[in-house]
């Protein structure tokens, strides 16, 4: 089994291995790409800042940043209607029951 741990630094960012997000198709837009990620992009449109508050459009791949905010961009996915969220499945949290 391959090792999804790809958050060594302790930080709200968690990168999806390739061969996952390539089995799934094409995405129009990334909207929470990280910041100076050295990973191939895997939307045509990427926002590395204010995703929240930019337009969205197409088809959306949302790996969002774990924190407080992460209901928040699930939310935001789930108004736009189209995409797909990677996220960790921590049911026993407030955002699963909102």
């Given amino acids: 089994m391959k090792n999804f741990n790809n958050n060594t630094d302790n930080k709200d960012e ?10 799934l198709g094409g995405f129009d837009l990334d909207p929470c790409m990280s910041v100076g990620s050295h990973l191939k992009p895997i939307a045509n449109i990427n926002y590395c800042y204010g995703g929240l508050e930019r337009e969205w459009y197409g088809r959306v791949w949302c790996n969002p940043p774990y924190g407080k905010h992460t209901f928040v961009w699930l ?23 909102a």
């Fill in 14 to 23: 968690w990168f999806t291995p390739r061969y996952i997000t390539d089995s």
């Fill in 75 to 97: 939310k935001r996915l789930a108004d736009h209607g189209s995409g797909i969220a990677l996220i960790f499945a921590r049911t026993e949290t407030r955002g699963f029951h």
